[in-house]
């Protein structure tokens, strides 16, 4: 039996085709507005626990993944995803010491930025915005990050994916 860790790349491709899909799911008009950036969880998580692998380019290119899925203007998820990603790199050491309440606050700031972002987007393009609700996904995408950190960081030992 060896003792080397097992390069389980398939979890990581695994976890992202789930949050895509999660992403692709069906919701009724309140529970739209609430819907978490499952894809933006996902990417910040491997991107903590796998930094050398998960960075900028593979958040550019989900990124561009989900534009064309979600039939939004080519680039404008891969540009946030970049950016989380590379934010999520460049302070690993320090949020990984955070615990999850305070790593979920830093998730908040990361989700909430991504929604600004979309608005603005928005606004350029013509499509006018005039509520809050685009807060609302950073506040379950905060809400969930303990299950979503727990859930992968327990995928992550069972398979041994380093």
Not at 116 to 144: C, K, N
Request: proline residues 5%; aromatic residues 18%.
């Amino acid at each position: 039996m060896s003792t080397q860790p097992h390069n389980q790349t398939w979890v990581v491709v695994f976890s992202f085709t789930m949050a895509m899909m999660l992403e692709m799911l069906p919701l009724p008009l309140w529970a739209m507005f609430w819907q978490p950036d499952w894809i933006a969880l996902v990417l910040i998580y491997w991107a903590l626990a796998l930094p050398k692998r998960i960075g900028v380019l593979v958040g550019w290119h989900i990124g561009i993944l989900q534009d064309v899925i979600t039939d939004s203007l080519l680039g404008q998820h891969a540009m946030t995803l970049a950016i989380q990603a590379f934010l999520a790199i460049s302070y690993n050491r320090q949020v990984r010491l955070f615990p999850l309440w305070q790593q979920a606050l830093g998730i908040f700031s990361l989700i909430f930025f991504a929604q600004v972002w979309f608005i603005w987007i928005r606004g350029i393009t013509g499509q006018v915005e005039s509520d809050w609700r685009f807060i609302y996904p950073a506040f379950s995408s905060m809400l969930l990050w303990p299950w979503i950190y727990t859930g992968l960081r327990d995928l992550q030992q069972n398979y041994h994916v380093s």
